[in-house]
């Protein structure tokens, strides 16, 4: 039988403000994925957060997008939104977009990874968890763990790797996908992914003859852009992502080498700003200084039998140290910039913000030269 991992997440209360979250969402989240893990809805989960969002990590085997999950998770948000407004903590159920739940998540405000797979003789998994971002911030670290020879030894040296990827892009503007296969379209890749408010890394799909088949993703990233659902800034569309490790795949150590790089993202301040991506232990992932800088936690999990084996806090680790460093530096050099860009987004990324409606009452003030 097939498992799947589903992570599943929303912001349902930030404590305070957006910096973190109350212990009692996640003890109310644990009491509804207990029952379901009775019920036999699913077989297995871990409940945690990343700054202010409440993370599910759910095992089942119901495959990808199944209305019974989508539904547990759903109903776990709105219990929890529950206990949020009763703490009245920070826009209590801000990522619950829409009263009329059809048994999709999709499209609703949260946002969703899964991965379904036979699972192999070892299954290891990575749950990277991100907050104060979007999506476009899983480009550059994904497209490193499986195209790039400088940081994953494996494509050089693994012959089941030797092969390359296949990389499934989506457009989230035009709502299109195209998929592009890496060593061979690696520029055309890079022309595309460079832009990553627009173009966003889906999943990832080994290639014929390694150990793992083609047809089954090895990596997927959450891509709800919040602001493209909601058509006005509602929040950061925090992003998730799964990775597949080992035994054709990259090593798990190859899959958080990328994140020793704290790179520039966009999020931070009101979803407004661009700055460092900090990775860190789950005790750190609480962002406060100007809401930030952006946080990404990594759990790493054996999955066996439909069981989550885990988590291990990876970013614990005193070798990203040198990361987090970095990024404070880089977070005291970005914040100099006050509302310049581009420290501040460039007007495109603007838009969806509330800074439209400052310009609108400035637009008649305007004269011809
Ligand atoms: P696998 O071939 O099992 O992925 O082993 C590689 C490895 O562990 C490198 O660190
Ligand atoms: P979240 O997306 O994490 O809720 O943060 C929003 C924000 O405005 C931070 O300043
Ligand atoms: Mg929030
Ligand atoms: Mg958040």
Known sequence: MKTTVSIIKADVGGWPGHSTMHPALMDEAKKELEKAKKAGVITDFHVTYCGDDLELILAHNKGVDNKEVHTLAWNTFKAATEVAKSLKLYGAGQDLLSDAFSGNIKGMGPGVAELEFEERKSEPIICFLMDKTDP??????IYKMFADPFNTAGLVIDPSMHAGFVFEVYDVYENKKKTLSVPEELYDLLAIIGNKSKYIIKRIYPKKGGKVPETEAVACVSTDKLSLIAGEYVGK??????VRCQSGLPAVGEAIEPFTFPHLVSGWMRGSHVGPLMPVGLADATPSRFDGPTRV???????ANGKLIGPVDMFKDKAYDNARQKANKIADYMRRHGPFEPHRLPAEDMEYTTLPKVLTKLKDRFKQI
């Open 136 to 141: 476009g911030a899983f480009n550059l670290p």
């Open 297 to 303: 936690v990594a759990l790493g999990f054996q999955v």
């Open 237 to 242: 569309d925090d992003p998730v992502a799964i």
